[in-house]
């Protein structure tokens, strides 16, 4: 009887959609709550990234070839006014260089002098930007360098301006550059004018980051330039992130509302740097002493 | 219109598991293009459109576990969680599939009001998991539902023709 039940469905194939809809629901959430907790999926996912490269090439072929078309017919007095233009810059910059090293070799001297740990050169390796990524939402550009340079997760990313962002997941020859105005995304900075530390914020949106909290009576204003800090041991000292916009201090508040324009323009190049590791800075004796210190309490120390 | 109607009622021949592949990737390569700006807020969901044509139209061969794959791969190309885009496709597939007899019962322009609502609810799946993250809306996501449900009719014209020339030259 159940049998001659079951042959009179039209779609005898398999289980009905609804249960496939939550079988396939469920295995969807599952993955959802393991990848979000607890990256196991990460080799999954880089290797499913493998297959579908090709696909992802071709799709930025046709904007590509358009460029190299458009390099192709540019003028040639464009091209020499833009030589004259790069050359002239690298005279400027010549001249700020070598006052640069010089006051890099006092400044050697004296921390030497105090005993001081010496400041970190960075070098960096040149990028390109593949493709950003499509939907609204995700502040994340992919770069064509991935584990097979020697790039890795945690790796800072900038332009000739300004913080682009930071290296989060690595695939073979892509990796993922997770940016600075992702929301929640912070940045330890400075303000380079008086040297007051603070944490800058991610707000979700592509040209927005917010100092969160900053006491209203805090000596910043309007065209402050922030650079990083280099106290998280993640962003070296003082590369430049943002410029403060705007301050709302209102006093049924304790902090002061302040919107920052980013200076690194992921939207405007194609070209980015990627630094190469900083060594990690001593582990904090907190962490090793007494484990059950709540996380929230030691960001709260680093912010101060 | 009559063409249209047309086209709806004539038989076509079995579709070749190829051509639901090819039109799949193709998909996957147009919302891979490197959208910007303001065409980025309004660019459609190709695969979304794809997938729920070919639930309607072949539910046997595409259906649910063909749609989740397909998420999978589009979780992994947005860099978005892993599930997140098989989680919305794997819901629009079932209203595809559940709805198919009688979507196809339909012509084009009152198939269209009927897509809007499960791509709707697709848009909706992909910003609830987004909201239940990372704790915020992007309206002007939903943005893309609507230029989605446009693809509708332009789509489904193309391919009734595609399948009918294959008809022609056997």
Known sequence: MIESAQSFQVSSRGPTPAARLVFFGVLSLLMMFVDARFHYLESTRSVVAVLVSPLQRLATLPSVLLQQGGDFFVMQSSLINKNNELQRQRERDAAQLLSAQSLRQENQQLRSLLALSQREQFTGQFAEIVYTARDAFSMKLLINKGSSEHMQAGQVVMDEQGIIGQITRVYPWLSEVTLVTEKDHAVPVQVLRNGIRSVVFGAGDTSQLAIRFMPVSTDIQNGDVLVTSGIDGIYPQGIPVARVTKIERDAGYPFARITCLPLGGADRHRHLLVLSVLPKLPARPDEQAAPGVAPVQEKKAEVR | ?170
């Open chain 2, 1 to 170: 219109m009559q063409s249209l109607d047309q086209a709806q009622s004539e038989i076509l021949r079995p579709v070749s598991s190829l051509f639901i592949i090819t039109s799949v990737l193709c998909a996957l390569l147009l919302n891979a293009l490197p959208w910007k700006g303001l065409w980025l807020t309004l660019h459609p969901d190709f695969v979304a459109v794809v997938l729920l044509y070919w639930c309607m139209h072949k539910p046997l061969s595409v259906g649910v576990g063909m749609a989740w794959m397909v998420g999978v791969v589009t979780d992994v190309i947005d860099a978005s969680l892993f599930g997140q885009h098989a989680l919305a496709y794997t819901v629009l597939a079932f209203g595809g599939v559940v709805l198919s007899y009688r979507l196809r019962m339909f012509d084009l322009k009152k198939q269209t009001s009927q897509v809007f609502v499960i791509l709707s609810l697709t848009y909706g799946m992909y910003a609830l998991v987004h909201w239940q993250v990372n704790g915020q809306i992007v309206w002007n996501y939903f943005l893309g539902c609507l230029t989605s449900t446009l693809l509708w009719i332009p789509f489904s014209i193309l391919f009734q023709s595609m399948r009918q020339m294959r008809v022609e030259r056997e």
